[in-house]
């Protein structure tokens, strides 16, 4: 008897295990995904954590043209709230945290290989809201991941808090980053799987 409740006791911990953990295998094989190591520069030095990008769609020339109507018109603001009416193209999740949507995601070929763009209306932390900090007007977050064509050369920089501005004098876009960009290292792409 002791022996046949083990035996069902086992074979359910089996069947809850491959419902709990099984289901994130095949999202995860479901969407293009990327993993790498972020590695803080200049005022991060140091620091290191992973990252993980599961793309469930690229965004549209519809979708970069509603954004670029939204920074003429209103600025790095009008960005922003372009940005929070839109769909989520994919997810970005850092370690310790449950990660944000990620609204934005363009894929462009480079001579050496693919580089993918993701751009984010940024989660703005309590302490961050409470405090009025100055970061809160960096709302926008940035990623660029080049995947090589050549195994192990792939490249990226992810720039946590940015603001876009019009420089008057050349009259293009410039990228004011609150913090330093992070690098990407040890990059990992998962394709679809089919």
């Known amino acids: 008897m002791k022996f046949a409740r083990r035996t069902v006791g086992s074979a359910w911990a089996i069947v809850l295990f491959s419902l709990a953990f099984g289901g994130g295998w095949s999202l995860a094989a479901k969407y293009e995904t ?14 290191r954590t992973d990252v993980k990008i599961i ?17 003429q018109a209103a600025g790095s603001e009008g960005l922003f709230n372009a940005l929070t009416k839109m769909k ?3 997810h970005m999740a850092i370690t310790g945290t449950l990660g944000f949507d990620v609204n934005y995601i363009r894929e462009f070929q480079v001579p050496e290989g693919r580089k993918i763009r ?8 309590f302490g961050e809201a409470w405090h009025q900090t100055r970061s809160t007007d960096y709302n926008l ?3 660029d991941v080049i995947l090589s064509k050549e195994k192990g050369k792939s490249t990226g920089t992810i720039i946590p808090a940015l603001e876009l501005k019009l420089d008057p004098k050349t009259n ?3 990228v004011e980053a609150y913090k330093n960009p992070w690098r990407l290292l040890n990059i990992n792409y998962y394709p679809v799987k089919k």
Do not use: H, N, W
Request: hydrophobic share 35%; charged share 25%; glycine share 8%.
């Open 34 to 47: 990327i993993q790498a190591v972020m590695q803080g520069e200049g005022t991060q030095l140091g620091r």
């Open 55 to 71: 793309i469930y769609e690229y965004s549209t020339d519809d979708d970069q043209k509603a954004l670029q109507e939204a920074f």
């Open 88 to 90: 989520a193209k994919g």
């Open 118 to 125: 993701l751009v984010t209306d940024r989660p703005i932390r």
């Open 141 to 143: 977050s940035a990623c």
């Open 172 to 174: 293009q876009i410039v």
